[in-house]
């Protein structure tokens, strides 16, 4: 069974970095995607970054992250990462790494349906 843990939330001043953690067990050696989503008070849950697991690595990122947020994949670990710099108050929401068996190589963020399987959850909080 596939498990999904997210940590590394937390406060930080405008234009600070934040370094989000994900590890994943069950996944192996499937190919599939790995992403990350965020939700807030008033949006449904939107997509943040996404990378292709299993092939080449593709990644996909939301016009509002792009240039900043960063994510990557530590292979032999199962684990994954959202590196964000210069964030803003408009980046605060709770975090959620989402896993799916589906193969995201067309460098569009997926629809969140693709993802079957969701950690619980970490807070970001930026303070203007």
């Known amino acids: 069974q596939i498990q999904v843990v997210e940590s590394g939330g937390g406060s930080v001043q405008v234009g600070g970095s934040l370094r989000l953690r994900c590890e994943v067990s069950?996944?192996?050696?499937?190919?599939?995607?790995m992403g990350w989503y965020r939700q807030t008070p008033k949006d449904e849950r939107e997509g943040v970054a996404s990378?292709?697991?299993?092939?080449?690595?593709?990644?996909a990122y939301s016009a509002s992250v792009k240039g900043r947020f960063t994510i990557s994949r530590d292979n032999a670990k199962n684990t994954l990462f959202l590196q964000m710099n210069n964030l803003t108050p408009e980046d605060s929401g709770i975090y959620y790494c989402?896993?799916?068996?589906?193969?995201?190589?067309?460098?569009?963020?997926?629809?969140?349906?693709?993802?079957?399987?969701w950690g619980q959850g970490t807070q970001v909080t930026v303070a203007s």
């Open positions: 069950g996944f192996g050696n499937r190919r599939g995607c």
């Open positions: 989402a896993v799916g068996l589906t193969y995201c190589d067309t460098g569009y963020l997926p629809h969140r349906l693709l993802f079957g399987f």
């Open positions: 990378i292709a697991v299993g092939g080449d690595g593709t990644t």
